[in-house]
Structures are given as structure tokens and as C-alpha cells.
């Protein structure tokens, strides 16, 4: 490890993520050129100049994904892979900023700005550990294949494409680089998006029997899914690293608009969106199992009324065993670099670690520096001595893991 620490040049890799967080890249589908492709095109470059061989394609409009690798001085051997996203969420309202979002400043050790922790950080230290690796002779056996895809933060368009091209096929592990606040986490939630409909006829308010309510049949539908979370809970419990499932209703419009949107009409149409966080041992498809029984239930009351559910993305929860051999790998580089046993975690959003393990079957852990509870925040921040470390921390799982393996 020392051969290779000192190949790790800590000022390029903060002045490069400055740059990198400088670049905006969240996705605005309505606004030209709000989207990765600054962002891909720095990555890209950097890994150009390294000579470790890109290759860059849209999955759709200005928005790259990028695949390299590295392989090992000592032969074959078994693949690792690295994972970051470039994309970053909108800042929300500059004034709720202390600092510019994408002025990446630097005060007391911290760098703020949107993507700081998530994951602009990560990417950066996954980046510049392969970098040090690649000065120092690549001195393992095997591949380290980083994967940099857009879209983390929507459909996770860019992992799914990286998957179905066969691009994780085959890899032993993979670390996800994602903010953990120094926890090896070995278990994600996963996340369930459905959209409800209600379909109804206009009519109006003081006569109602001559139309049907949209929005009183989600009403009655919303009720009824109110139940799903308490029954989850009951079955399932907390989980010891995720904790509690949730079932949140996020989004309900009726009327959407059009002529119907006056206070003496009943709406014609309304929707709702669900967003379902669950743990390990729950069946995302008995929850829509569940709500398809509740709106049969509901057209009992009115058999006018018309309802469907329908998925808008369904993401499964993950877990692996604190023995694996990525994550005692991990354990062992923390150690290394931190001088203390890191504590086993959970992340309680979703990554596209997801995909990887769901589409791909590739274990996943997920290790990277920054806050786990800052991102999406004002005022988003990494500590510069988290990106250096984590680095490191890289490097040594790294070189433990594919040489133990090997």
C-alpha cells in the first residue's frame, strides 16, 4: 500500500472535484442542456488523458454513460466493481443557500455545493484510487471496472443500460461510492413508485348523480392503502440496519386541469403516486396484489367507479453477509486508514447498487464519503479529509480483495 499511497496526488483529486462540482449536472427535462453531458464529458476526459480507455454513449439525449477499466499487473483474476453516478438533484432555492451550489468553496476542511456528498465526492475518490493504482503498476490480479452512469436520482436509467449491455456480468462485487458516513453498509431498502388512477365523469356539484366523483373513489382508494404500512410493519417488523418500512403518499391532483378545475364540478380524472420503502423479505408485487383487492373493494361501493394501479419503477431491497469477502475487505481498509472497526450500516434511500445486484446478481456494499443525511439538503457538504480518505480506503480494499481472491 505504501507504493501505491504515494501515487495518490490528494491536491489534483480536490481541485479536480471542484471542477467537477462546478459543472451542474441535474436533469431538467424541460430545459435545454440541463442534463449530464458536461459533467460525463469532464469524466471521460480525465480517463482519456489516464489512458485507461473509455468508452462514452447517450442512453438518451446529453446523457452519457461511461465505462473504463483497469486491469491487474499479476493476470487473471476475478472483476471489482466501482460505481458513481454524475448526475446531481436540482439545489431547490438559492436563497436557502449559505453558498453558492455549484461554486464548490472550500471553508474549515469542508467543500459545499449540490453534489458535494452526493456523489461528486465518491466519484472522485473511486476515480483517483484507480489513478494511484494504475502509477503504481496496477500491482493486483484481476479487473477494477468503473461504472459511471446518469439518472441515479430518476429511473436509474443509466445502471439499467450499463446492466443490460453486460457490462457487470460476471463481476465478484461491486462498492458503490455513494455518501455513507463511514459505515460498510451491506443492506439497502428498496423502493416501490406507483401511480393510482381514478376515472369519473364531469358533472355538477349540486348534482352529482349525473357524473361520478374521480377524486371521492381515490378517496376511498387512498383510505384503504392507508392500511398496507401498519400491516407491513406488523409482519415484518424493523429491520436491525434499515429500520421501519414506510408507505407515503407523495403526489394527489384532481382535477389536473381543463374545464373541470371550478369548485362546483366534479373532476373527471385523478391521480396519486405512492412511494414504498421496504426491507428485505417483502414482495413488492403483494403490495400491488394488495391495492388491486382494495380497488375491487371500492368499485363495490360504486360500480361506476373506475380505478387502476400501475408501476412507475420497482427497485428491490438488498442485503449481503457481513462475512463476504467485499465487505471484511472493506472492514480491513477502514481499519487500515481510520484506525477503528467501522460499524455496519444500511442505506435507507436506494442506489443503483439495486440493479447491479437485482439484474446483474452481483453482491453490492455500499462504502463513500460525506454525510449520509446531506444529501438533497441546502448547503450540501463533503469534509475534504473524507474524500482523501476514502480513497485511500479504496485503494487498500481493492488490493485486498482481488489479491485474497486470487
Not at 36 to 46: H, K, L, N, P
Given at each position: 500500500m505504501t507504493q501505491v499511497a504515494q501515487h495518490l496526488d490528494i491536491s489534483s483529486m480536490i481541485s479536480w472535484l471542484r471542477d467537477f462540482v462546478r459543472i451542474p449536472s441535474v436533469y431538467l427535462p424541460t430545459v435545454a442542456g440541463a442534463n449530464e453531458a458536461g459533467a460525463a464529458q469532464f469524466v471521460f476526459d480525465t480517463l482519456v488523458e489516464w489512458q485507461l480507455n473509455p468508452i462514452m454513449w447517450e442512453v438518451a439525449p446529453g446523457r452519457p454513460n461511461i465505462v473504463a477499466e483497469l486491469r491487474g499487473a499479476y493476470g487473471a483474476g476475478q472483476t471489482l466493481l466501482m460505481e458513481g453516478h454524475t448526475d446531481v438533484v436540482t439545489p431547490g432555492d438559492y436563497a436557502a443557500w449559505q453558498y453558492d451550489p455549484f461554486g464548490a468553496e472550500i471553508v474549515d476542511g469542508k467543500m459545499y455545493g449540490r453534489g458535494t456528498a452526493d456523489m461528486k465526492g465518491g466519484v472522485a475518490a473511486m476515480l483517483f484510487a484507480v489513478r494511484a493504482l494504475q502509477l503504481a503498476g496496477a500491482p493486483f490480479a484481476g479487473t477494477i471496472r468503473l461504472l459511471i452512469p446518469v439518472d441515479e436520482e430518476g429511473l436509474m436509467i443509466g445502471i439499467k443500460d450499463i446492466v443490460a449491455k453486460g457490462y457487470a456480468n460476471g463481476a465478484a462485487a461491486a462498492i458503490i461510492c455513494e455518501p455513507e458516513q463511514h459505515e460498510v453498509c451491506i443492506a439497502q431498502k428498496g423502493a416501490l413508485r406507483l401511480k393510482l388512477e381514478s376515472f369519473g365523469r364531469?358533472?355538477?356539484?349540486?348534482?352529482?348523480?349525473?357524473?361520478?366523483?374521480?377524486?371521492?373513489?381515490?378517496?376511498?382508494?387512498?383510505?384503504?392503502?392507508?392500511?398496507?404500512?401498519?400491516?407491513?410493519?406488523?409482519?415484518?417488523?424493523?429491520?436491525?440496519?434499515?429500520?421501519?418500512?414506510?408507505?407515503?403518499?407523495?403526489?394527489?391532483?384532481?382535477?389536473?386541469?381543463?374545464?373541470?378545475?371550478?369548485?362546483?364540478?366534479?373532476?373527471?380524472?385523478?391521480?396519486?403516486?405512492?412511494?414504498?420503502?421496504?426491507?428485505?423479505?417483502?414482495?413488492?408485487?403483494?403490495?400491488?396484489?394488495?391495492?388491486?383487492?382494495?380497488?375491487?373493494?371500492?368499485?363495490?361501493?360504486?360500480?361506476?367507479?373506475?380505478?387502476?394501479?400501475?408501476?412507475?419503477?420497482?427497485?428491490?431491497?438488498?442485503?449481503?453477509?457481513?462475512?463476504?469477502?467485499?465487505?471484511?475487505?472493506?472492514q480491513y481498509a477502514h481499519e487500515r486508514v481510520y484506525g477503528e472497526r467501522p460499524p455496519y450500516g444500511g442505506v435507507p434511500g436506494s442506489t443503483d447498487g439495486t440493479i447491479i445486484m437485482r439484474d446483474a446478481g452481483v453482491p453490492v456494499v455500499v462504502y463513500g464519503p460525506g454525510g449520509k443525511r446531506i444529501p438533497h439538503q441546502p448547503n450540501e457538504y463533503v469534509e475534504i479529509n473524507e474524500v482523501k480518505h476514502a480513497a485511500e480506503v479504496y485503494i487498500h480494499a481493492a488490493l485486498h480483495f482481488l489479491n485474497t481472491e486470487s
Amino acid at each position: 500500500m505504501t507504493q501505491v499511497a504515494q501515487h495518490l496526488d490528494i491536491s489534483s483529486m480536490i481541485s479536480w472535484l471542484r471542477d467537477f462540482v462546478r459543472i451542474p449536472s441535474v436533469y431538467l427535462p424541460t430545459v435545454a442542456g440541463a442534463n449530464e453531458a458536461g459533467a460525463a464529458q469532464f469524466v471521460f476526459d480525465t480517463l482519456v488523458e489516464w489512458q485507461l480507455n473509455p468508452i462514452m454513449w447517450e442512453v438518451a439525449p446529453g446523457r452519457p454513460n461511461i465505462v473504463a477499466e483497469l486491469r491487474g499487473a499479476y493476470g487473471a483474476g476475478q472483476t471489482l466493481l466501482m460505481e458513481g453516478h454524475t448526475d446531481v438533484v436540482t439545489p431547490g432555492d438559492y436563497a436557502a443557500w449559505q453558498y453558492d451550489p455549484f461554486g464548490a468553496e472550500i471553508v474549515d476542511g469542508k467543500m459545499y455545493g449540490r453534489g458535494t456528498a452526493d456523489m461528486k465526492g465518491g466519484v472522485a475518490a473511486m476515480l483517483f484510487a484507480v489513478r494511484a493504482l494504475q502509477l503504481a503498476g496496477a500491482p493486483f490480479a484481476g479487473t477494477i471496472r468503473l461504472l459511471i452512469p446518469v439518472d441515479e436520482e430518476g429511473l436509474m436509467i443509466g445502471i439499467k443500460d450499463i446492466v443490460a449491455k453486460g457490462y457487470a456480468n460476471g463481476a465478484a462485487a461491486a462498492i458503490i461510492c455513494e455518501p455513507e458516513q463511514h459505515e460498510v453498509c451491506i443492506a439497502q431498502k428498496g423502493a416501490l413508485r406507483l401511480k393510482l388512477e381514478s376515472f369519473g365523469r364531469v358533472a355538477h356539484g349540486a348534482m352529482p348523480e349525473e357524473g361520478v366523483n374521480a377524486l371521492s373513489a381515490m378517496i376511498h382508494l387512498l383510505n384503504r392503502v392507508m392500511t398496507i404500512e401498519a400491516t407491513l410493519r406488523h409482519t415484518f417488523g424493523e429491520h436491525p440496519l434499515l429500520g421501519k418500512i414506510y408507505v407515503s403518499p407523495t403526489v394527489a391532483r384532481a382535477p389536473i386541469s381543463g374545464d373541470a378545475s371550478q369548485i362546483n364540478v366534479l373532476p373527471d380524472y385523478c391521480d396519486a403516486y405512492l412511494d414504498i420503502r421496504t426491507i428485505p423479505g417483502v414482495v413488492h408485487g403483494e403490495i400491488v396484489t394488495r391495492i388491486e383487492y382494495f380497488i375491487n373493494e371500492v368499485k363495490q361501493l360504486d360500480p361506476k367507479y373506475a380505478l387502476r394501479v400501475s408501476i412507475v419503477d420497482d427497485r428491490p431491497s438488498t442485503e449481503i453477509s457481513a462475512t463476504h469477502p467485499l465487505v471484511q475487505s472493506l472492514q480491513y481498509a477502514h481499519e487500515r486508514v481510520y484506525g477503528e472497526r467501522p460499524p455496519y450500516g444500511g442505506v435507507p434511500g436506494s442506489t443503483d447498487g439495486t440493479i447491479i445486484m437485482r439484474d446483474a446478481g452481483v453482491p453490492v456494499v455500499v462504502y463513500g464519503p460525506g454525510g449520509k443525511r446531506i444529501p438533497h439538503q441546502p448547503n450540501e457538504y463533503v469534509e475534504i479529509n473524507e474524500v482523501k480518505h476514502a480513497a485511500e480506503v479504496y485503494i487498500h480494499a481493492a488490493l485486498h480483495f482481488l489479491n485474497t481472491e486470487s
